[in-house]
């Protein structure tokens, strides 16, 4: 199975990471925070999401069923980082961080502790 959402159901699978088992309600407000949403655009990709893709999985033990996500965030994201590697940089793991890199929001902070990594790395290859 295709573990990678499209962008609209990132968002609303950011929100479950975040907040937990949630209900179609409290999802929709939050992303009413960023742009108007409808609820029933929400609650009908919220179902799709449960019954045809496993993203989600739906508890209607109650009378408002609770949603929550039923695949990780490090599955996705390994998933999408995996497409966009192979996709846009082909394959090249240079490429991708000389790109992330040159781009002007690196702080000092993160090229310091990307200097660990990479020391950390080399270490264990010897």
Known sequence: MDKRP???????LQILWSHGPSSVRFVNTELSK???VVYTTTLKMMQVMAEKKAFLKRDT???THLYEAAISKDQVEQNMFDKILDSV??????KLVMKALGHEN???EDLE?????ISKL???KK
Do not use: D, H, M
């Open 61 to 63: 033990s109650q009378r």
């Open 106 to 108: 690196t702080s000092l």
């Open 34 to 36: 960023k742009r108007k």
């Open 122 to 124: 080399e270490e264990e």
């Open 6 to 12: 499209t962008y609209a159901e990132l968002e609303v």
């Open 89 to 94: 940089f082909q394959g090249s793991s240079l």
């Open 113 to 117: 502790a990307i200097k660990k990594i």
